[in-house]
């Protein structure tokens, strides 16, 4: 089942312990045992793989209550030692959240060696996992290669089937994917978390709420990230850098001050499904990553003033807000002098150095590629970055692209310029763009140069504004955004592109 009809909305996978969910998004309908894996047996493994360290014998529970022994609690169904950190545990175990978000106790981890292992265009995925797209197909079509293409997205990982964070790697939760499968996601911005560990490089485990009298915090804890709070661009643009407990150490927050509220209602901020009322699911707009419950509408249920019944499944429409988010403030996604982020795509790049890409083979591009100094791409001597965000169907995006072969007959000559196009569509509104649609429709008839690839996954849809196409100019060092226009410039991409190349 594919997704992502409205600008990248997206099924939202939420994480925590027993069956809580990361801010990652997905979409899929199909049980567990039905694609033939089985998730946590309560036994401290999956079916078929065992635990680094079997250890003692594991007390299976089913709350607190059932754990006898002084300093356990129940986590994920065992008796667990508690923890604040993995480095408190044992061998072959890690801190796991309980129930409630806020405690954590050791638990012995089990999951398929592949597990959070990148796979776009290569879909080597082991036994028991599969090479899925959060926000594309259903687990079961992945694992059985049935009208699967998440190997055309960047941001294709290798997922296994869970029950609980326990069957995941440390920096990944089992995140419920729609009203089906549960699989083991990345955890991000917002994701529930014991410590800073789960929450990857320079992550940091935070409550996201003010501290009580007497300087602690007893609320639960999400991922974030250190800030400045002297620039913009550092947070989400739905979060705020914010001093919790003013020592100086500004970390990232929600700006509706918590990421998963306890009522779920329409619009609230969530982290997953089972977060939200009966009727809704946890979705999240891919591109900036607010997570918020959506409820379902229909012709004979419509949604109120300021939202709009999207389709966000084959068969299932949901109310989303009118101006794609649903916090009142929402902060200036991309402006100039802002760093931009590493976007990746799958595309063709002139490797050959011919001005001509269908000789190419497509493959996975990072806008860090061509940073001059430590790129992959570094030999092509760039200085200067335009990403653009293009269309199919947009026929302003079609008569860019074909005049910039006239504008630059040779691009490696133009004084350091790299051409970085992305399609978040095809021909169709929407649609989904794929590596056989930019050749045959892009790429031979409009002689695209550069760098051209697609983004199947919508990721760039909210940064469009008005409508395709958006041009932002970028320094390849450092990604700092140096102009951006929405819709083709006013003069030709030479004159509009000269101020930024060098002399």
Known sequence: MRISQLLGLAVALAAAACSQHTGASGTGNVNAMDAGIQGSNGNGSIDGL????????????????????????????????????????????????????????????????????????????????????????????????????????????????????????????????????????????????????????????????????????????????????????????????????????YVCTHKNATCQTDTGAQCDPCVETEGCASNALCLTYPNTGESFCGTQCDAKTPCGTGYTCSKVSTTQSYCTPTKNTCVKALGTILKT?????????????????????????????????????????????????????????????????????????????????????????GMGEPSTPTLKFVMNNWIKPLKAQGAVGIDPDKLTGTMIGDGPPLNVVLDARTLKIKVKVNGSPQQTMADFLAPYLKK
């Not at 795509?345 to 590629?369: A, F, R, W």
Request: proline share 5%; charged share 20%.
């Open 50 to 249: 065992t635990a680094q360290d079997t250890g003692p014998a594991i007390t299976q529970c089913a709350t607190d209550t059932d754990c006898q022994t002084a300093g356990t609690l129940c986590v994920g169904g065992v008796c667990a030692k508690s923890c604040v950190a993995s480095t408190e545990c044992g061998t072959g175990e890690s801190c796991f959240l309980s129930a409630d978000r806020i405690r954590a106790g050791c638990v012995k981890i089990a999951y398929p060696a592949d597990t959070g292992k990148p796979c776009a265009m290569e879909d080597k995925c082991g036994d028991n996992t599969a090479c899925q797209v959060p926000a594309a197909v259903a687990y079961s079509e992945c694992k059985d290669k049935a009208g699967c293409a998440a190997t055309e997205s960047a941001h294709a990982v290798c997922t296994a089937l869970c029950t609980t964070d326990v069957d995941c790697p440390t920096q990944m939760a089992c995140g419920k994917v729609g009203s089906g499968d549960h699989v083991c996601t990345p955890r991000s911005f917002c994701s529930p978390c014991v410590s800073d560990e789960q929450c990857g490089p320079g992550g940091l485990c935070v409550a996201h709420s003010a501290p009580q009298d007497d300087g602690t915090f007893s609320g639960p804890k999400f991922c974030s990230i250190a800030c400045s709070g002297k620039k913009s661009g550092e947070c989400p643009a739905y979060a705020a850098c914010t001093d919790l407990d003013g020592d100086g150490q």
């Open 337 to 425: 002098g802002d760093v931009f982020p590493d976007f990746a795509m799958v595309g063709y790049y002139d490797s050959n150095k011919n001005n001509d890409l269908t000789d190419e083979q497509p493959e996975l591009l990072h806008l860090t590629d061509f940073n001059p100094d430590t790129g992959k791409y570094k030999d092509a001597n760039v200085d200067t970055i335009l990403f653009m965000v293009s269309a199919g169907w947009c026929t302003y995006c079609q008569q860019e692209t074909a005049k910039f072969k006239a504008e630059f007959p040779d691009l490696r000559d133009q004084k350091g310029l790299m051409i970085f196009q992305v399609l978040f569509d």
